[in-house]
């Protein structure tokens, strides 16, 4: 298992990235979540995931868990990227 920080959670199209801890971000899914929804992920919390290819072949992050405690900073997008 990978461990990083949540970059940013778009809830409004399920979409999100990872920065792992030494490597480069990886993009997730909301159906990547385990045991923690979507609008309860926040910029910079600590979490545990595996790596994938998806269908396309892109890595992604898959089995995404909540590790540590988690800061009070929401950084959500919207469709454009924009925080909202």
Same mark, same amino acid.
């Given at each position: 298992?990978?461990? $990083?920080?949540?970059? #940013? ?6 979409? $999100?990235?990872?920065?792992?801890? $030494?490597?480069? &971000?990886?993009?997730? &899914? #909301? ?6 929804? $979507? ?19 892109? @890595?992604? @992050? %898959? &089995? ?8 009070? %900073? ?5 469709? @454009?990227?924009?925080?909202?």
């Amino acid at each position: 298992m990978a461990t $990083g920080t949540v970059k #940013y959670f778009n809830i409004q199209s399920g979409k $999100g990235m990872l920065t792992q801890d $030494g490597g480069a &971000d990886v993009p997730f &899914d #909301y159906t990547a979540l385990i045991s923690v929804g $979507g609008d309860q992920l926040r910029s910079g919390q600590s979490v545990e995931f595996a790596i994938e290819p998806n269908w396309e072949g892109i @890595a992604t @992050a %898959r &089995d995404i868990r909540l590790i540590g405690s988690s800061p009070t %900073r929401v950084d959500l997008r919207d469709e @454009a990227g924009d925080q909202l």
